[in-house]
């Protein structure tokens, strides 16, 4: 049983066009993550749900929409694909409320635009 | 704002050698601080945690005290295996709210046999 499940783990894609990445976790947590990975390995956070409300977006191009259809379910879609958006996305989850908790993270998809 | 900065990598070692990754952080308040280990191929999965200055967070062999006087977090482990080469990444979590880490750029560890 996967707990926090991308589709795809691959995508390659011309400039210019439109991708989505989806994510699922079964966990029961109320709080997903997007991450990036560039490819020096650095890895920084895009945006934050908790229960399909966002509460964290890190100055990214407004190019990249996240959608919560439900807490489970953390999409990301991307227009317009540049260049520089590749890199690996992997999404992440955790229980909100209280102390700080572990976030889990998924496989990820590695996105590759030509 | 919050930051973590790692050892420089990659790091080669040979097998049953000592360990050190070297983490050190900036923030406000007081975060709680992270190991996670990136095995090839694969997500980031979390190695150990620790919460207050002074918590010691352990796993598989692996070691980290949070000190807070010297705003560090260093990777330790006594007998490396080849099955630990992996991407390690040193995280903080400064928000309850938000509950964002903030990694460092990640050290490269290769154990030869």
């Known amino acids: 049983d996967t707990a926090v499940s991308q589709t795809p783990k691959y995508l390659v894609t011309q400039m210019g066009n439109d991708k989505s990445i989806k994510c699922e976790q079964n966990?029961?947590?109320?709080?997903m993550y997007w991450y990036k990975q560039d490819s020096k390995k650095f890895l920084k956070i895009m945006f934050s749900?908790?229960?399909?409300?966002?509460?964290i977006n890190e100055t990214v191009p407004n190019r990249f929409s996240p959608k919560s259809p439900d807490k489970a379910h953390l999409n990301l879609h991307i227009n317009s694909l540049e260049l520089g958006d590749s890199a690996v996305y992997f999404c992440?989850?955790?229980?909100?409320?209280?102390?700080?908790?572990?976030?889990?993270f998924g496989p990820g998809t590695r996105l590759t635009v030509l | 704002g919050d930051s973590v900065t790692q050892m420089e990598g990659p790091v080669t070692l040979s097998e049953e050698a000592f360990l050190t990754i070297n983490c050190t952080y900036t923030?406000?308040?007081?975060?709680?601080l992270f190991w996670y280990v990136q095995y090839p191929g694969e997500g980031l999965q979390l190695l150990l945690k620790a919460t207050k200055a002074d918590d010691k967070g352990s796993n598989k062999g692996f070691e980290a005290t949070y000190r807070k006087e010297t705003t560090s977090f260093h990777l330790e482990k006594g007998s490396v295996q080849v099955s630990d080469s992996a991407v390690y990444f040193c995280a903080l979590s400064a928000d309850q709210g938000a509950q964002k880490l903030v990694f460092g750029q990640g050290t490269r560890l290769t154990i030869n046999p």
């Open positions: 923030a406000t308040g007081y975060p709680s």
């Open positions: 992440a989850s955790s229980q909100a409320g209280g102390a700080i908790n572990e976030q889990f």
């Open positions: 749900y908790n229960n399909k409300e966002l509460i």
């Open positions: 966990l029961g947590h109320d709080t």
